[in-house]
């Protein structure tokens, strides 16, 4: 269990870039294309392949078989929020607390929800577990994490393609050197943007005139709750529970929410400057 674990954590963003230059090879393979041809095809065909993704995810939501009851259970929570101008989703067969956040602008936005978290959590407990899911869409994280994934695959996508005979061990060295940078910048900016969804929740919290000590505490038992065990930890996309119910005790303890809202998201601005800056240099320097 150990050693699946250990792959959960570090498999998912190491395949992303491994994946697309394998199925770039294959199709470049098939038309012939020169080395540099096909580093222009793998860059111009990023974009489609992320907005393809979201609309595989969006179409793969489970439909409530009727939405009705969600919808009401919404407005009875927030009112006339005007965030809630989205699609809503329930898995009727999955009992554990959770809620998803799916798409996002050219995709449409989808929260799926579990009849779990409808049936299990107190009412606060779902107000920001929800919140926290419409932060995710209003701060378009999804395109952030997009915008990252165009710095991490496009380095490796160059070394990939523009290797040469007699130098594999030079070869290898440069694809284990871009794999690691790219998990280290993957989960930073994943983790980044979950607690950055979590102060963003507080603070439309805030707008609804609810006490952010109160929705700190209940966001943060929401948490608890909808983790897997007692004891987890972080992964590749999100931070420990300990890690963010004790952001969100800091930040309860706050008489204002002033000054800590983008502070993650920060964090999440200079790694993209810093992969960007490494995409552009290999790009220019490929072309």
Known sequence: MAFLRRCWLVGPPLSVPVLYALALESLARALELAPLEQIRLGIAGLPIVAIAFGWAMRWSCPESADPS????KVRELFGDFSPFRLKLSVWENLHRVNAVSVGGIWTGATIVV??????????????????????HQT??????????????????????????????????????ALLAWSYFALVTINRCLEKDADLTALRYAARLGWSSRLAAAALGRAIIQ???????????????????????RVVGDRDSLEGVLNQPLTHVAWVLFVIGVIAIVSVGGAL
């Open 226 to 248: 909808a983790s897997p065990g007692p004891r987890d930890r972080a992964n590749w996309s999100h931070p420990s529970v300990h890690e963010r119910t004790r952001l969100l």
């Open 139 to 176: 701060r378009h994280h999804a395109w952030l994490r997009q915008l990252a994934l165009l710095g991490l695959v496009i380095p490796f996508l160059q070394t990939w393609t523009l290797r040469e005979p007699g130098s594999l061990s030079v070869w290898l060295a440069s694809q284990v």
């Open 114 to 135: 579990t009849r779990g978290l409808l049936n299990e959590l107190p009412a606060a407990g779902q107000r920001m577990l929800l919140l926290h899911e419409v932060a």
């Open 69 to 72: 009851p969600v919808l009401a």
